[in-house]
């Protein structure tokens, strides 16, 4: 652990090559205190990840946390099965250990979602 | 006929009503037709799930007029963004979910609900219910679909100039919408003047941006 006096927390952001961002295949390191959102902090580093509502609600933002310990106090569609399964949301997503996340998870998400009857995965995947 | 040249085709064959070189055109400027159709239909789910929201808010802020009728502005201008971009759905050769649960569900944006639990009887509770509760919903809801509709930008910026023109008209509205609840929410919760700027709509749900073009009129 490397959490420095003010709760700032380093977070490894792996960019997977098959996404169509600009920094796909780039791993950055961000420092990021614990009252900022994964998403917010790598925006404003110049690292730019997709996202949509910023609410928690979207899944837009998906990743999966690899290691570390994120917290989501103001995610509005996000549980505990959820984290359970290894997913985060990067927009409501604050981190409370060093921690490394693979981003752009969208697709994975939804049809895990909706591999568990829940939405919008089992809105927009149904037959 | 003595004079007859072939039709330019590009990636579609001369009366070919299988595909549409409206999407194929968008296509060949590097934006998935079916991706960015996906995602109007989740964002216009959003202006319709808030259009019903707002109807609720607008009632329970009980006699505070002026917030009203500011509500009532958002929540009609919503649904004219609804649809302002049904018809875009369409023309990427996509469709209105047939189950209004599906739509709501795959909403961009959070059901922006009356903040309150309901009553043993099915009522809301009302005893506890703050009008700057409510002023907050309304706005988290706007910027919401500020971030939706930013992206829709985004992501037909030089590639498809008409769902750009789309959504950067509605995106001049909720910015609006939110500079007003601004507003509202500084003085009521925190006492402070912070002004909007901007004028009162001529009629309710004006939609000066995403009506002027009224193609609506005909349906």
Not at chain 1, 5 to 12: G, H, I, K, L
Not at chain 1, 26 to 55: F, M, P, Y
Not at chain 2, 77 to 104: C, K, Q, T
Request: proline letters at 5%.
């Amino acid at each position: 652990m490397t959490q420095s006096s003010d709760d700032t927390w380093t977070v490894t952001i792996v960019v997977p090559e098959e996404s169509a961002l600009d920094e796909a295949g780039e791993t950055h390191k961000v420092e990021i205190s614990e009252d900022e959102t994964i998403l917010a902090a790598a925006r404003s580093a110049g690292v730019w990840l997709t996202a949509d509502c910023q609410q928690g609600w979207c899944i837009t933002c998906a990743a999966r946390l690899v290691d570390g310990d994120v917290v989501h106090p103001n995610a509005r569609r996000y549980d505990t099965e959820d984290r359970e399964a290894g997913y985060i949301l990067t927009c409501t997503a604050k981190p409370r250990a060093d921690s490394t996340v693979v981003v752009e998870q969208y697709d994975e998400f939804l049809e895990y979602r909706a591999a568990n009857n829940k939405p919008p995965g089992s809105s927009k995947l149904s037959d | 006929m003595a004079n007859e040249k072939e039709h330019g085709s590009g990636s579609v064959e001369p009366g070919d009503t299988s595909k549409r070189v409206g999407a194929e055109v968008i296509r060949e400027r590097g934006v998935d037709p079916e991706e960015l159709r996906e995602k109007l239909i989740d964002a216009i789910g959003a202006e319709f799930t808030t259009y019903y929201y707002y109807t609720n808010l607008r009632m329970h802020l009980a006699g505070e007029e002026d917030y009203k009728e500011i509500t009532e502005d958002a929540r009609l201008e919503d649904r004219a963004h609804f649809e302002l971009v049904v018809p875009r759905v369409y023309e990427l050769e996509g469709s209105l979910p047939n189950d209004i649960r599906d739509f709501a569900d795959r909403a961009s944006c959070p059901d922006a609900e009356v903040p309150t639990p309901m009553d043993g009887s099915g009522e809301f509770d009302t005893s506890e219910l703050e009008v700057e509760d409510i002023l907050e919903v309304l706005l988290e809801a706007e910027r919401c679909a500020i971030r939706t509709w930013s992206e829709i930008c985004d992501m037909t910026r030089g590639a498809d100039p008409r769902t750009y023109d789309m959504a950067q008209r509605i995106l001049n509205e909720e910015m609006d919408h939110e500079a007003w609840f601004i507003e509202l929410l500084s003085k009521e919760r925190d006492g402070e003047i912070n002004p909007a700027g901007h004028f009162a709509r001529g009629e309710p749900g004006d939609a000066p941006y995403t009506k002027n073009n009224p193609f609506n009129d005909s349906a």
